[in-house]
């Protein structure tokens, strides 16, 4: 899927314009001068990507603490710093917070132990340390570091500890004799080798951003017990997929989500090892015991991708996310749950139109939890655990309450969903839960839906008199269904004014996402509206969380209704919004938006009256890139069949902004990352060189060292320097 991560809100969890073609070569002349808005009562983009950035919390098992991982980046030393944050969950008192100056991950080894993971001097090695924790009357404490052990690579990651085994289990890259010991010494051999020639027989030869190398991530075991009062990690690692030719947490985003343990056992999710991985998404589920032994397969075989594994906590039950497809990466997700006493596997959300991504178990195992898009927000719903049927199904035979989730939060994007004890999630927390699942299981008219409680403040101080507006949304007929729509005024907008403010049209990549709820420090419409811009966010055909027919639509015609969806939103916002001045509208996209963005450009019968362009990683020749992309089985899916297939080739080719070129005229900034596997760079040079050839006013930026996403925070503060700069020259007050 190809989408820049976007969104509104706050929630503290986690056009063109027909110009006449020009005989000489543009070399684009910019404004004398152009600066930023900043100031205390402006959310400007050095303000967003220097907030403090939490990461999913990790409670203890006792569940009145968790830790925060927090890393915020400083514009004053260039540096990006990170900390952790012990947070009482049961109380109002004041978090604790201490530096990492070394990074590292950090996990609970008991509910008053933490265990610091950080890279060894010398760079060989990851050493780890046991934290001892105090918290004694709302006071939160830690402890001296002490060495418990190290690990004999740089790359172990993902740690999940089970305490009543005294068994760490982690990824760590290895190589194909799957010997984590060896890793440092392969290396050595690998890096002199004598050349830098990378041989490839077979797909992925390389992935996301990174060209693949000799090495594949696995899970080892370990023993970390305690040894007269103090923990001490075990020497004996023991790769518990050798010989297997499995390969998990899936790259290049699988991680903790992949994997999941028991007392004894972990469950996990590996792409089928007998595809070939770049035009495949089928993945299966297995379950293996800590020592390696007893691996089986408890997928039938039949099916797609498989996300979000778990084991309940009596370790009866098993349950994952499956799509039915293969190669439909946005296929609908399921949840299946397994009895793990009889061996049998059902699907209990078949009816359901929406598609979770996240689950966890009830306490009892009776209830499961979990997050899905619904209607551009991410929501916990609840779903109580059938009765295991006689044998497997994916039709089970089910009524009420087992068939339809309840929904308990109906605003913003829910993430970092974990169970608590005494009736609680960790989302914010959701507490009372006990109520909640009475009023479920018996059908109750006005079901109590929780009591949520907000926890942590990181980002309250620098938010402080920033203008955030929450953002207004809007319904419209589209080609198919009614679509939505999100506005977000800048400061000073006011309902009478006339034709006063410039317009922007954000446009989402994926094809399959969506404009969300949430929060986001790469493409955030709070930033666009505080540069004095109203802000529209369209989620055509295509989009998620509407529905999976709307999803669905998009295939093979790219160019087709989601554009009869843009241009009757775009109608819709300039009718309803006499604020806005038309003669001063511009459109950005990422990915699948920069394909918009081209695709407008070649389209000038649309009537947007956009005045200037960017387009940052987006398509240019679409036919093309079903071979240059790295997941073919995208394309694949996308034109029903591969490039050269008549089917995929017509419909390639007659969505294709390349073959749209002649009719280009309206100033493009064009932003791409050499990293780019999704979406080569040569996508964007092309549309440079096209534009450019044109005489069309035109600017391309290249980031060497960023792949689809920019990411570095300087790299993006100057990435929003030129996005609004390019804007002011063509729809600011000078122009």
Partial sequence: MWLPRVVLGLMGLSIQQPLAPSTLQSSTIMPPSFTLKESPDVLSPKDMLSLPRPGDPLPNAAGDLALVPISQYSFDDRKTHKSLAVVPLESRSQEYTFPLPQGGDAFWIDSRTIAHVVEAEGGKKQDIFAVLVTYEKGSVGTGEPVLVGSLPVTTAADFRYSLSSGVLVFSAYVYADGDLEAVTENDEAYDNRGNTALVYDQTFERHWDTWVGPKHKSLFTVKLQKDHGKYVLGNSFTNVLKHTELSTPVEPFGGKDDFDISGSQIIFTAKDPKLPKATHTKQNIYLVSFDGSDLVELTSGVHGAT????????????????????????????????????????????????????????????????????????????????????????????????KTPVALTDSHAASGIQILPNGRINVFILGNLRRVETDVINMTPDIYRGELTQITKFSANSLQGKPLHPGEEFWFKGATQQIRGWTLTPPGYQTTDVKKWPIVLLIHGGPESCWQDSWSTRWNPNVFANQGYFVVMINPTGSTSFGQNLTEGIKGDWGGK??????????????????????????????????????????????????????????????????????????????????????????????????????????????????????????????????????????????????????????????????????????????
């Fill in 307 to 402: 996300h979000a594994p778990i084991f309940n906590r009596q370790g009866t039950k098993a349950a994952w996310l499956q799509l039915d497809e293969d190669g439909h990466e946005s296929d609908r997700h399921k949840v299946v749950i397994h009895d793990l006493a009889k061996s049998v596997s059902f699907t209990v959300t078949q009816e359901w139109d929406r598609s979770p991504n996240a689950l966890v178990f009830s306490e009892d195992g009776d209830f499961l939890y979990f997050t899905a898009e619904d209607i551009a927000r991410v929501k916990v719903f609840v779903l109580p655990v059938p009765p295991t049927p006689n044998t497997s199904t994916t039709h089970p035979k089910l009524s009420d309450p087992y």
């Fill in 562 to 735: 989601p554009f009869v969806d843009l241009r009757n939103g775009w109608k819709y916002v300039l009718d309803h919004y006499p604020q806005v001045d038309p003669d001063r509208a511009v459109a950005a996209g990422a990915s699948w938006g920069g394909y918009a963005i081209n695709w407008i450009q070649g389209n000038p019968e649309y009537g947007f009256n956009f005045k200037a362009l960017f387009c940052h990683d987006g398509v240019f020749d679409t036919a093309y890139n079903g071979y240059t992309t790295d997941e073919l089985f995208f394309f694949n899916h996308e034109w029903a069949g591969r490039p050269w297939e008549p089917k995929s080739f017509e419909l390639s080719r007659k969505y294709s902004p390349a073959y749209t070129v002649s009719k280009w005229s309206t100033p493009q900034l064009i932003v791409h990352g050499s990293k780019d596997y999704r979406l080569p760079e040569t996508e964007g040079i092309a549309v440079f060189h096209a534009l450019q050839q044109l005489g069309v006013p035109s600017r391309l930026v290249i980031f060497p060292d960023e792949n689809h996403w920019v990411l570095n925070a300087g790299n993006s503060l100057k990435w929003h320097y030129e996005v609004f700069r390019w804007f002011d020259q063509y729809v600011g007050k000078a122009s």
